[in-house]
């Protein structure tokens, strides 16, 4: 079932009373744009740690929702916009697919908050702690990171799964997520998502 103005497709089966959830910003993605190119190399380099926090989350029985930019196509709907981002995609790319089990809301504007259904879904899930992925973390990233902030949610923006094109100004969204927003930044690589998951079981 597809909400037709956000939107946002039910998985197979919901979760309720979930604690967290994973979110997967802008990874459907042409990478069709000025300095595209760039940024292409660097999601392939951060879509194994976002496939794997997937794995993790999908282990716990928690939802996985993909929140993405309709890159200006008013018309289209979530498979079309899927399968033009995933023709010709490297493997890396195409394994984070969405599956039927997974939540899509698509976003008209950088947060992923804004003019979508993600602040109704969210709680209807039950969920209070987020873990942010994907592109660009000084624009998609750190809007949805200040909206999620404002609305209490508990943050972990692990710093090898999201990426931009620009490294100083990857570091320095990371530094506002994280002193601003009080954010966990800690890499995959030194924090265990069964770790974190067992603090939002209990949080």
């Given at each position: ?73 008013w018309h289209s709907e979530k498979s079309r916009l ?29 947060s992923g908050f804004y003019a979508t259904n993600l ?30 902030h404002m609305r209490d949610y508990a943050l972990w ?47």
């Amino acid at each position: 079932m597809e909400a037709p103005e956000t939107g946002a497709t039910a998985p197979a089966r919901d979760r309720p009373g979930a604690a967290a959830a994973l979110l997967i910003i802008d990874m459907i993605n042409t990478f069709d744009f000025e300095g595209g190119e760039e940024l292409r190399s660097r999601a392939e380099a951060i879509a194994g740690p976002i496939a794997r926090l997937r794995a993790a989350f999908d282990a716990a029985d928690l939802p996985t929702v993909f929140v993405n930019d309709n890159f200006g196509e008013w018309h289209s709907e979530k498979s079309r916009l899927i399968e033009q981002a995933l023709d010709g995609a490297p493997d890396s790319l195409a394994e984070l697919k969405p599956r039927e089990c997974d939540y899509f809301v698509l976003k008209p504007q950088f947060s992923g908050f804004y003019a979508t259904n993600l602040p109704v879904l969210l709680p209807k899930l039950g969920v209070r702690r987020l873990v942010l992925t994907g592109v660009a973390t000084d624009i998609c990233v750190l809007f949805t990171a200040g909206d999620a902030h404002m609305r209490d949610y508990a943050l972990w923006v692990p710093g090898d799964a999201v990426a931009t094109q620009d490294d100083d100004r990857g570091r320095w969204a990371l530094e506002i997520i994280a002193q601003s927003m009080g954010a966990d930044i800690a890499p995959t690589r030194e924090r265990s998502p069964d770790d974190w998951l067992a603090e939002a079981h209990h949080g």
